[in-house]
């Protein structure tokens, strides 16, 4: 893969930041009418870190996500359908309904997966690696997490271990600017966390997490370098929330001239920006118009899907115990 | 008497025991300048300062030992883990220092803090942010263990854990916080250790703590209604456990049903059920009903999640089929 | 037969499932260079080399993440944590993800991995190197949880442990490693689950795991002299429990005694207590007797850590109270 | 403090290093007749990192220690008949026998205290140190840790707290070559530990661990700093240990060519070739034999005393039960 993307890498790239924009935005409609359950961490203004990442990953990598995933599950290709219907647990969810929003995963398309444990997949990640490494597969996990989550213990173990033993990781931070409510600022004892690569053996370095293709080059030459057994990388990929935490958020903690100034750079506007001249306004609009459709149907089939009857409760809880799929990933 | 939320109530606490003794601390995840998640810490920054309520980073093992060694010398931490399902990631310095160093060093320290958590099924939160994990801390000696049900409790028995010599894991339930009751102005203790009952009652015993006392209180309406009189207990504190209230009251009603919203299987209600059945042996009529949470990981869809743990009317069934 | 060390049994296990299937791991502390501070990874780097027999930093947290990680890919990962005490460090993994993931993600993913480790009291290992944690784990679901008595049974149960297409957490136990048993050669599969009826007796059932099956049965011995027949179960696995074999056992002798190294309150022994107090209640003709670890860190000193947990004289001293 | 320790407290450094490796001997020697309990870790080699650290904080200062604690102890004044006793398990001993040798602590010394989980004290410290910070006293608190510590999230944690609230901490990483028996290069991505600290907003510098006035001088600056209120430092003392990770070593596992050129590094007689010039050869002597006259003394005191009685087991569980001591450190 070229670490510089196409024209129609980057039209692709639009239509699923565009998508990713307009869910959030539905999540954040039905939340108002009531229609949502438990709190849904929406990602608008970050679309750029997920979608320009999963952009320059192969499908056999694989993604471990966080519980504000949706532009790593788009990007990750998990299909629309059944990803809306977990985000809204109904039967025909990627996980049944029994997952939910913070947990969503799809081992076809290696979205292996989500997690709202701040932190909680990086040493999952570097073991997936490991697999990876000691059969030789030329495959790489893209891990994600939060400028918050950097500063959590398994985040050191975690990249410890990958620098030590060059295993084919790309560390990714969200640096949106805030754990939940409390600024990185007031979390991170040094502003920018890229230099604690040092620290692990292995390069790092900040991008424009604005920038789609600043995003997608980074992560492109962290992959192919840990693709040559060459080892981890770190990203800092600097950006912003421009909602609340969750749908939970009460707000009154943030200045609203710094979100006003990073509403100036949403990285959607920019990208069409870019690609206007190359494309056209008709095409734009053509593919806004198909990421809507495309949402539009999937939340229409999600709403109609039934939740997951009660007896599912009853599933075995053991893989050992009949009737378990045990569709294992590593096949 | 007026009333006021759970969350009130617990803010109330914090803010007395903050003006009336300044070593009292509060810190944790998001507690200062948003209030905390469940707002139970708002506007204590804006009172007492920056430099006695503070955000801490995400690091749930820095934020129970920070508690551990400024109690160690002399102050008295109030620090909060979000959700009792990021406790994990700190036992090691409940189960390794907490537990062990006031005993072990022969009494020649003390660790009075409060370790303040919220567990339990609330809307939707799913299987990292809805456990109840009340079993493995009250595993643990020197801990105790307070899980109050009604506004009026959460403000007194906070207070007492605060002034408490010793650690206490303090954990309060999600879906509680929105709850109303009747609580007292001013000074108010309720003491770390006995129980209260709800209740009274002489056919069965109901034992809970935290929101599955309302379901038990509920239940016992339905069984009222049945002409069944179930006498229900709020163990308030888990660690140590007030034994003598409990027994008491199954050896004047001969069976019990004993609640908890943690798992079953090795969870909190089997030492409730191992107690009453090793101290009322004789006085029973039934065996002990223990109702817990399904053994699997909390789904989020509505109807699983639901399903997943005991309600009145699981608790009135149970109360019957011991009875019947 | 021919006797093996527990140590050696469990050794065997790793090397001959090593051999069967390249998809077979160890990585630990200490593990590789130096075959374990127990010895029982010793020799594996040789005969298998560093890819698959890896030190790890002093990293519990990743260790285990490494193991969840890896068994996810289909591999099948041994992973050691040195002493179960170091175990909380890693629990936010198996309560938040190992535990979680498969159920969660609706059988989408399999996590054979087996987590070892060793808990109990040895000699002087003092108050962070002697604890007992089983029952934290086995109120997990999702996780089996096996405690081998005897080298047969610690090969046995480590070879299936391997085979399983769960997580397994392996509790050794340090007092047992230099026992020595009949281990059978070649291929040897104890299945996780069913409990082993260790003495047969008529008269109470004692009901143990790990070491204190050995106690146990030198109890037995001491009432035997005595004329009373005490059947010895050793529970092999905690989770999933063998429910049968106990009850059955309890339902013919009408008495029971519950043995656990762990913490008495809210521990392992509990759930026993609890049920067969529920699944025997009309044929118990005593209270079920309920023996665990003091509530208190476990000390240093030789006297104090002696008094800390059962032993045969307490467990036969049990058993008479019941029957008498 | 001086940062140059003067030839008087040379001279007590070097008394203490020598009462510490003959204590170290001494416990092997008891270990091998069969008189001691559980894994005992000598620090023979290390003897200059605690001593020459110890000797840069005042006596209202804290120490945090590890299971490798024995140089801490004495340097930091734990008086020699109860920490005898205490290693050895006797009711006379500074925790009454209920600690032992992983576990030691004194709270009028400061040494708070032992701890057998590899870096379970660097949280805990965090929290003295911010007991410090709020009551604006100038007390500063020396974390020791191992270099396989360094490795454990717990530190990551601690010391990104400490920098982030510049609390008066000074992290001493005894970078002694091995975890247990894996070296440092096999669980570090990085040889130089020190650089970590840019990672957390502060001053990192490595010394040679095996020159007390190295340490000394190290100690004394950080400790300035930390009282300045300027915030926590990182120093990593590059050492070895000479002998068995515990009493319970079977060896196998070192380049004895390694441990040759350590050995002939000897921190002890290092500072004693620097002394004899100064001080003269029956000085020394005279204070070789001092301190083994002080720790004979101690150890047949400790040998001769019981060990607490079964029944001490059921002192109370809480300090709210009547009978607690309550000494409290703070006061
Ligand atoms: C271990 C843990 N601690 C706390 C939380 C509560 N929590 C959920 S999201 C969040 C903020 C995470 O910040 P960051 O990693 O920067 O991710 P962001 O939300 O900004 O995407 C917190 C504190 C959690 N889920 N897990
Ligand atoms: C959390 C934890 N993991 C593992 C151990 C077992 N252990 C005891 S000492 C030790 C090595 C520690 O290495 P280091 O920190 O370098 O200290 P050193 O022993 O070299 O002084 C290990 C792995 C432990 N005590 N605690
Ligand atoms: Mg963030
Ligand atoms: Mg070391």
């Known amino acids: 893969m070229l670490n510089r993307p196409g024209l129609g890498e980057l039209r692709e790239m639009y239509r699923r930041m565009v998508l990713v924009r307009r869910l959030e935005e539905e999540l954040g409609r039905l939340h108002r009418e009531g229609r949502t359950r438990g709190p849904i961490h929406r990602c608008d203004g970050q679309e750029a870190v997920g979608i320009g990442a999963t952009a320059a990953l192969e499908r056999e990598d694989l993604v471990t996500s966080t519980h504000r995933g949706h532009a790593h599950h788009v990007g990750k290709g998990v299909p629309l359908g059944p990803l809306v219907a977990e985000i809204l647990g109904r039967a025909t969810g990627s996980c049944g309904g029994r997952a939910g929003h913070m947990l969503v995963a799809d081992p076809e398309v290696g979205l292996l997966g989500g997690c709202g444990i701040v932190g909680g997949m990086l040493p999952v990640a570097v073991g997936q690696a490991l697999a990876f490494q000691v059969r030789g597969e030329p495959r790489v996990v893209c891990a994600f997490l939060g400028d918050g989550a950097a500063q959590i213990g398994a985040a050191h173990e975690a990249m410890n271990l990958a620098g030590l033993w060059r295993l084919p990781v790309v560390f990714l931070i969200e640096a949106n600017g805030f754990g939940l409510t409390v600024p990185t600022a007031a979390q991170s004892a040094v502003n920018e966390l890229a230099i604690r690569a040092a620290g692990y053996a292995m390069p790092g370095r900040t991008v424009d997490g604005n920038d789609v293709r600043a995003v997608f080059a980074a992560v492109a030459e962290a992959a192919a370098r840990a693709r040559r057994a060459e080892g981890p990388s770190l990203i800092e990929a600097r950006t912003f929330r421009l909602e609340g935490f969750s749908t939970s958020d009460l707000g009154g903690y943030r200045d609203p001239a710094e979100l006003a100034a990073w509403r100036a750079r949403d990285p959607i506007a920019r990208l069409r920006g870019e690609l206007l001249p190359e494309l056209g306004e008709s095409a734009l609009l053509a593919l806004e118009g198909e990421a809507e459709r495309e949402l539009a149907r999937a939340l229409e089939a999600a709403l109609a899907a039934p939740p997951p009857p009660a007896e599912t409760l009853a599933a075995p809880e053991y893989a050992s115990e009949a009737g378990a799929r045990g569709e294992t990933a590593g096949a | ?324």
């Open chain 2, 1 to 324: 008497m007026r009333e006021l939320r759970y969350a009130e109530a617990l803010r109330e606490a914090l803010q007395e025991e903050m003006r009336r003794d300044p070593a009292v601390l509060v810190f944790g995840e998001d507690v200062a300048a948003y209030g905390g998640v469940f707002k139970v810490t708002r506007d204590l920054l804006a009172e007492f300062g920056p430099a006695r309520v503070r955000d801490t980073p995400i690091a749930e093992q820095a934020i129970c030992g920070l508690a551990i060694g400024a109690a160690m010398m002399g102050l008295r931490p109030v620090a909060e883990i979000m959700y009792v399902d990021f406790l994990p990631l700190c036992l090691d310095q409940l189960v390794n220092q907490a537990s062990v160093l006031p005993w072990i060093w022969n009494g020649r320290v003390r660790l009075p803090f409060v370790l303040r958590t919220q567990g339990g099924v609330g809307a939707g939160a799913a299987a990292q942010h809805s456990k109840s994990l009340e079993a493995w801390v009250a595993h643990v000696p020197g801990l105790k263990v307070v899980m109050p049900a009604t506004p009026a409790d959460a403000k007194g028995l906070l207070t007492a854990a605060i002034r408490d010599p010793d650690p206490v894991v303090f954990i309060e339930h999600k879906a509680l916080y929105n709850t109303r009751g009747p609580v007292p102005e001013g000074e108010h203790l309720v003491p770390i250790g006995p129980a209260a009952v709800r209740r009274p009652g002489r056919d069965v015993t109901l034992v809970a703590s935290s929101r599955m006392v309302l379901e038990a209180l509920r239940a016992a309406e339905l069984l009222a209604a049945e002409g069944i009189e179930a006498e229900v207990i709020d163990l308030r504190t888990l660690r140590p456990l007030d034994v003598g209230t409990l027994v008491a009251s199954v050896r004047r009603t001969h069976r019990a049903v004993v609640v908890n919203e943690g798992w079953r299987f090795a969870g909190f209600g089997a030492e409730l059920a191992a107690t009453i059945a090793e101290e009322a042996f004789a006085w029973l009529d039934a065996p002990v009903q223990r109702l817990g949470a399904a053994d699997r990981p909390i789904p989020y869809a509505e109807p699983m999640e639901r399903a997943s743990i005991p309600d009145a009317a699981r608790i009135a069934a149970a109360a019957r089929s011991c009875l019947g």
